[in-house]
């Protein structure tokens, strides 16, 4: 529906909201509407009106041009029309979400009375309404409001004053991030120039900022790079006493060292994430997990752009696919498929963690059976957290109900399928075990209870009713008897009717305007209003084609079906009521069986995804090593795969050697941790540097990589700079937004870290860029002491292989065929023999007099660049150009020389063979004319 008209006069609701016109002009609807309004001035109100959603004034102009829908008028208001469109409440949830989804914030106002409630308090009487939640990019519970596979983290960002804290990159940052639909939560602090790189790793749906950072520029920008809405908070809200008071009420405890203790920044961030909830949710509680400890000493640091070059969790187009996440998802519950998103983002740094991740990995990979037992039993399990925090909110359905029932089944099930397992000698690891720990610990009492009372598909909203078993509860099963032998003595009393009157046609029906009535065709009708069927049958309305009427007794079984299904409902929400209390009793426990079963899938799929791919678990320790034995792009061999059927290439990559093994194809022992690579574009360089990234990624996060084999030194932080773009709202060129990042990089590399470069310094004069390359790679060499992948066109880098210890050259291998490059995308010792830029240039589809003309350029150029020193000429001066260009640099036209005025003179078809001959003569003459030199 696009919009709504002006409500009838006889709309129910208006006839308990009449509209005098008291003293000020302002009627009594009106004036609730105002009073509401002002106390969420910044936020869409939503008011309810009967079966819609009315917005008024300001709020109807945005919502109209939001939602497009059409933009209408009610009454007047201070002697201007007052605006107003409205959505129907059936469709509430999805204009919703578009309305979020740009930003809005949006107060909720119900309706706290039924209006023939207030119509007994006088036929002034107006509605109780009241504004019953905001909703907000941060604070979504609906299942149509929310990805399914993605968490939607509300962040509180806070930066403790002093005078050292000039600007968010020169100080220390603590962020809180709640996911209120699930409960997960995760507290830490970063350095401000790793802001950028954590919000795009959270990804949250809204960021709190205090007084101080909500003028930061800096920190706007990287929170709108990660697509998340700002909302600033009083500075007050971020509070650390009230943080840590708040928390521990939570939680449950008394105190906060069993989480691993949090700093006075940590605390006020909380204080603020956690006040917020509270006003927007109008007091009501959030179930909140543990929190998890984040922060540089733990996890893998990937900075902003490095993240969106690597591709990690969106393409560069901001989709899904075409993403390593995209990638490597085999999970088949919406939690398994957050939980994985979520180690992707998080990479670890503690190898006992990792080796305890690949453990539990690696023993799923190594039991089909189990695994996909498993799997099986994981398909059918729902999205328990997510259902328990509606319930917790009171925003839960039956339907919630029956995921708490089948999330439990499932965890049982799992849990004897993995205690068989045990039984059978294996000895789970360690995270297995946990797993199944978690997994035994449900209450058998609540499933059983939840299977009992419930059907096997409960509906959506509880007022439909119908969600309770037969069996459940005596006195609902007695009233639903009523109403089912209502039923039927409303088919023999129909049955009887068609015999009192004779027509065979005769319905009772039933709408929600009439209730029950009886309806004939119009050519029917007419016995039915003379005597004596008039004195039984009294007359209702009067349809185009149809008569209605009604009986006494029609009337009496009316009444008894309405009072049976009113107190079936009645008693049904009650049974919800208790069985929604009992499960808020269980929210922790309820709240560890989801983080197990999310845990125990991403696992599953990880082990399902190794044995379909063919990956390898990693060694990871702490040496200095990085060997990758046949490495290949985990995204581009599945397209390679899917598109061509063809296999990738794969390719070793060595930077620092457990011992001098030398790969198949380099003959050199030389112990490098900085591999200059070298080739032309569309060899492959690109690939293979994002490539070796992504499986340091994979392993770090616990996963078996795409390899023959990997021996990987943990990598505290992770570097890519590939590819090119400007950033022209900052005023910054391609190449400045390359130095920028370039200069992070050397600033923050350390001998742990992993960086991959691709062409530093192509955006500016060639000196200059070699320059700049040139003195990158003698940083990262004698300064960071990384390992680094830097690929360049700069050939003449290559001879820094010879002045430095731990720098070796490597190019993608090509060959030559019929004057056509073949790509063979091999990675060889060596430098490049050229660039072949003019072959590239030829496949990609170059007009072929471009082409030939680039190549007489390039050779000419070489040829002079040969000559070096004073030999080598100006460009204006080498014969292909000096025709071209005049003494101002403006283009000339090329002067026709003698030979070239005499061949215009000849018609060769007019030629005997001997002025041929002649001819020939005088062009030779004066071509040794031309060639002697000038006196």
């Given at each position: 529906?696009?919009g709504?008209?002006p409500s009838?006069p006889?709309?129910?609701?208006d006839?308990?909201e009449?509209s005098?016109?008291?003293?000020?002009?302002v009627?009594p609807?009106?004036?609730?509407?105002?009073?509401i309004k002002?106390?969420?001035?910044?936020?869409?109100?939503?008011?309810r009106m009967?079966d819609f959603?009315?917005?008024?004034?300001?709020?109807?102009?945005a919502?109209?041009r939001?939602l497009?829908?059409?933009?209408?008028k009610r009454?007047?208001?201070?002697?201007d029309?007052?605006?107003m469109c409205?959505?129907?409440?059936?469709r509430?949830?999805?204009?919703?979400?578009?309305?979020?989804k740009?930003?809005?914030?949006v107060a909720v106002?119900?309706?706290l009375?039924?209006?023939a409630?207030?119509?007994k308090r006088?036929?002034?009487?107006v509605?109780?309404?009241d504004v019953v939640?905001?909703?907000t990019?941060?604070?979504l519970?609906e299942?149509?409001?929310?990805?399914a596979k993605?968490r939607n983290?509300?962040?509180?960002i806070y930066?403790?004053?002093?005078?050292?804290a000039?600007n968010a990159?020169?100080t220390?940052?603590?962020?809180a991030?709640?996911?209120?639909s699930?409960?997960?939560?995760?507290?830490?602090?970063v350095?401000?120039a790793?802001?950028?790189?954590e919000?795009i790793?959270l990804s949250?749906?809204e960021?709190?900022l205090?007084?101080g950072?909500?003028?930061?520029?800096d920190v706007k920008?990287?929170?709108?790079?990660?697509?998340a809405a700002?909302?600033?908070v009083?500075?007050a809200s971020?509070?650390?006493l009230?943080?840590e008071?708040?928390?521990?009420?939570?939680?449950g405890v008394?105190d906060l060292?069993?989480?691993g203790g949090?700093?006075r920044?940590?605390?006020a961030a909380?204080?603020?994430l956690?006040?917020?909830?509270e006003?927007?949710?109008?007091g009501?509680?959030p179930?909140?997990?543990p929190p998890?400890k984040t922060?540089?000493?733990?996890?893998?640091?990937i900075?902003?752009s490095s993240r969106t070059?690597?591709?990690?969790t969106?393409s560069?187009s901001?989709?899904?696919?075409?993403s390593l996440?995209?990638?490597i998802?085999?999970?088949v519950?919406?939690?398994?498929?957050r939980?994985?998103?979520?180690r992707?983002s998080?990479p670890l740094?503690?190898?006992?963690?990792i080796?305890?991740r690949?453990?539990?990995v690696?023993?799923l990979?190594d039991?089909?059976?189990?695994r996909?037992?498993?799997?099986e039993?994981l398909?059918g399990a729902?999205?328990?957290a997510?259902?328990?925090?509606r319930?917790a909110?009171?925003r839960?359905?039956p339907?919630?109900?029956?995921a708490v029932?089948?999330?439990?089944?499932?965890?049982?099930?799992?849990?004897?399928?993995?205690?068989?397992?045990a039984?059978a000698g294996?000895?789970p690891?360690e995270?297995?075990a946990?797993?199944?720990?978690?997994l035994?610990?449900?209450?058998?009492?609540?499933?059983?209870?939840l299977?009992a009372?419930?059907i096997?598909?409960?509906?959506?909203?509880?007022?439909?009713?119908g969600?309770?078993k037969p069996g459940?509860?005596?006195?609902?099963?007695?009233?639903r008897q009523l109403k089912?032998?209502?039923r039927?003595?409303?088919?023999?009393?129909?049955a009887q009717y068609?015999g009192?009157?004779g027509i065979k046609?005769?319905k009772i029906?039933?709408?929600?305007?009439l209730?029950?009535?009886?309806?004939?065709?119009?050519?029917?009708a007419r016995p039915?209003?003379?005597?004596p069927?008039?004195?039984t049958f009294?007359?209702k309305?009067?349809?185009a084609?149809?008569v209605?009427?009604?009986?006494r007794?029609l009337?009496?079984?009316?009444?008894?079906?309405a009072?049976?299904g009113?107190?079936?409902?009645a008693?049904?929400?009650?049974v919800?009521?208790?069985l929604?209390?009992?499960?808020?009793?269980?929210e922790?426990?309820?709240?560890?069986?989801?983080?197990?079963?999310?845990?125990?899938?991403?696992?599953a799929a990880l082990?399902e995804?190794?044995?379909?791919q063919?990956?390898?678990?990693?060694?990871v320790?702490?040496s200095d090593?990085f060997e990758?034995?046949?490495?290949r792009h985990?995204?581009v061999?599945?397209a390679?795969?899917?598109a061509?059927?063809s296999?990738?290439?794969e390719?070793d990559?060595?930077?620092?050697?457990?011992?001098?093994?030398?790969p198949?194809?380099?003959d050199?022992?030389k112990?490098?941790?900085i591999w200059?690579?070298?080739?032309?574009?569309m060899a492959g360089k690109?690939?293979?540097?994002?490539q070796?990234a992504?499986i340091?990624?994979?392993?770090q996060m616990?996963?078996?990589v795409?390899a023959?084999s990997?021996h990987i030194?943990?990598v505290?932080?992770?570097?890519s700079?590939v590819g090119?773009a400007d950033d022209?709202a900052?005023?910054r060129s391609?190449?400045m937004?390359e130095m920028?990042?370039?200069?992070?990089?050397l600033?923050?590399?350390t001998?742990?870290?992993l960086?991959?470069?691709?062409e530093?310094?192509?955006g500016?004069?060639?000196f200059d860029g070699?320059s700049?390359?040139?003195?990158?790679?003698?940083?990262?060499?004698?300064v960071?002491g990384c390992?680094?992948?830097?690929?360049?066109?700069?050939?003449?880098?290559t001879a820094l292989?010879g002045?430095?210890?731990?720098?070796?050259?490597?190019?993608m291998?090509?060959?030559e065929?019929?004057d056509?490059?073949v790509?063979?995308?091999?990675?060889?010792r060596?430098?490049a023999?050229g660039?072949?830029g003019i072959?590239?240039?030829?496949l990609?589809?170059m007009p072929?007099r471009?082409?030939?003309r680039?190549g007489?350029?390039?050779a000419?150029?070489e040829k002079?660049?040969?000559r070096?020193?004073a030999?080598?000429?100006p460009?204006?001066?080498?014969?292909l150009?000096?025709?071209?260009v005049q003494?101002?640099d403006?283009?000339?036209r090329v002067?026709a020389?003698e030979?070239?005025?005499?061949l215009?003179?000849l018609?060769?078809?007019t030629?005997?063979p001997r002025?041929a001959?002649?001819?020939l003569?005088?062009?030779?003459q004066?071509?040794?004319?031309a060639?002697?030199p000038?006196k």
């Amino acid at each position: 529906m696009a919009g709504r008209k002006p409500s009838q006069p006889d709309d129910p609701n208006d006839a308990a909201e009449p509209s005098p016109v008291v003293p000020d002009g302002v009627t009594p609807s009106m004036a609730q509407f105002l009073e509401i309004k002002a106390a969420n001035p910044d936020s869409i109100l939503w008011y309810r009106m009967g079966d819609f959603y009315e917005l008024f004034f300001e709020d109807a102009v945005a919502a109209s041009r939001a939602l497009s829908i059409v933009l209408t008028k009610r009454g007047k208001h201070l002697g201007d029309d007052i605006p107003m469109c409205g959505v129907p409440i059936h469709r509430a949830d999805e204009y919703l979400q578009r309305l979020i989804k740009l930003g809005y914030r949006v107060a909720v106002c119900e309706q706290l009375e039924d209006p023939a409630e207030a119509r007994k308090r006088g036929a002034k009487a107006v509605v109780r309404r009241d504004v019953v939640r905001l909703v907000t990019p941060g604070t979504l519970t609906e299942e149509t409001l929310l990805d399914a596979k993605a968490r939607n983290y509300l962040t509180a960002i806070y930066r403790e004053p002093g005078p050292e804290a000039v600007n968010a990159v020169e100080t220390r940052l603590a962020l809180a991030s709640l996911d209120i639909s699930t409960g997960e939560f995760e507290v830490g602090e970063v350095s401000g120039a790793d802001l950028a790189g954590e919000m795009i790793r959270l990804s949250p749906g809204e960021v709190l900022l205090g007084d101080g950072l909500a003028g930061d520029g800096d920190v706007k920008r990287w929170i709108a790079w990660a697509g998340a809405a700002m909302t600033p908070v009083p500075s007050a809200s971020f509070d650390s006493l009230a943080g840590e008071r708040n928390l521990k009420s939570a939680l449950g405890v008394a105190d906060l060292a069993a989480f691993g203790g949090f700093t006075r920044a940590e605390l006020a961030a909380i204080g603020a994430l956690l006040r917020y909830i509270e006003l927007t949710q109008l007091g009501a509680k959030p179930v909140i997990r543990p929190p998890r400890k984040t922060g540089a000493a733990g996890v893998l640091m990937i900075d902003a752009s490095s993240r969106t070059s690597l591709e990690l969790t969106r393409s560069t187009s901001g989709e899904k696919q075409g993403s390593l996440l995209s990638a490597i998802d085999r999970t088949v519950t919406g939690a398994g498929a957050r939980e994985l998103a979520a180690r992707l983002s998080s990479p670890l740094q503690d190898v006992a963690a990792i080796q305890q991740r690949l453990d539990a990995v690696g023993a799923l990979a190594d039991d089909e059976s189990l695994r996909g037992d498993l799997r099986e039993i994981l398909r059918g399990a729902p999205d328990v957290a997510r259902s328990v925090s509606r319930l917790a909110f009171a925003r839960g359905g039956p339907r919630d109900l029956g995921a708490v029932r089948d999330g439990l089944a499932a965890a049982r099930q799992s849990h004897d399928r993995l205690t068989g397992m045990a039984a059978a000698g294996l000895g789970p690891p360690e995270d297995l075990a946990g797993v199944i720990s978690r997994l035994g610990a449900t209450d058998a009492e609540l499933g059983a209870m939840l299977g009992a009372a419930l059907i096997e598909a409960p509906p959506h909203l509880k007022r439909d009713g119908g969600f309770v078993k037969p069996g459940w509860r005596a006195e609902l099963d007695e009233v639903r008897q009523l109403k089912d032998d209502s039923r039927k003595v409303l088919a023999e009393l129909e049955a009887q009717y068609i015999g009192d009157t004779g027509i065979k046609t005769l319905k009772i029906r039933h709408n929600n305007i009439l209730g029950y009535f009886i309806e004939v065709t119009q050519q029917n009708a007419r016995p039915m209003l003379s005597e004596p069927l008039s004195d039984t049958f009294r007359h209702k309305q009067t349809m185009a084609n149809a008569v209605r009427f009604t009986t006494r007794e029609l009337s009496d079984i009316e009444g008894r079906i309405a009072s049976a299904g009113e107190r079936a409902l009645a008693i049904e929400l009650d049974v919800f009521t208790e069985l929604s209390a009992r499960v808020s009793g269980q929210e922790h426990a309820l709240s560890a069986v989801s983080a197990a079963l999310a845990e125990l899938d991403h696992i599953a799929a990880l082990a399902e995804l190794a044995q379909e791919q063919g990956w390898v678990r990693p060694q990871v320790d702490t040496s200095d090593v990085f060997e990758i034995r046949g490495g290949r792009h985990p995204v581009v061999e599945q397209a390679l795969r899917q598109a061509k059927g063809s296999a990738f290439i794969e390719n070793d990559c060595v930077l620092g050697r457990a011992a001098a093994v030398t790969p198949p194809g380099f003959d050199e022992e030389k112990d490098a941790r900085i591999w200059l690579v070298t080739g032309p574009n569309m060899a492959g360089k690109s690939t293979f540097l994002r490539q070796n990234a992504l499986i340091a990624v994979l392993a770090q996060m616990g996963s078996y990589v795409p390899a023959r084999s990997a021996h990987i030194g943990v990598v505290d932080r992770l570097f890519s700079r590939v590819g090119a773009a400007d950033d022209l709202a900052r005023g910054r060129s391609t190449f400045m937004v390359e130095m920028v990042e370039t200069a992070g990089i050397l600033n923050q590399s350390t001998a742990r870290s992993l960086v991959i470069l691709d062409e530093i310094g192509r955006g500016t004069a060639t000196f200059d860029g070699l320059s700049i390359a040139w003195a990158t790679v003698e940083y990262l060499h004698d300064v960071s002491g990384c390992r680094s992948l830097f690929a360049t066109h700069y050939h003449e880098l290559t001879a820094l292989a010879g002045r430095m210890p731990h720098i070796a050259n490597v190019t993608m291998d090509v060959t030559e065929w019929h004057d056509e490059i073949v790509f063979l995308h091999k990675v060889k010792r060596g430098a490049a023999a050229g660039s072949y830029g003019i072959q590239v240039a030829k496949l990609a589809g170059m007009p072929g007099r471009v082409v030939k003309r680039a190549g007489e350029v390039l050779a000419l150029l070489e040829k002079n660049d040969r000559r070096g020193g004073a030999g080598r000429k100006p460009l204006a001066e080498l014969p292909l150009f000096a025709a071209m260009v005049q003494a101002d640099d403006t283009p000339a036209r090329v002067k026709a020389s003698e030979v070239e005025l005499e061949l215009d003179k000849l018609q060769p078809d007019t030629l005997t063979p001997r002025q041929a001959l002649d001819a020939l003569y005088v062009l030779k003459q004066l071509r040794t004319s031309a060639a002697k030199p000038k006196k």
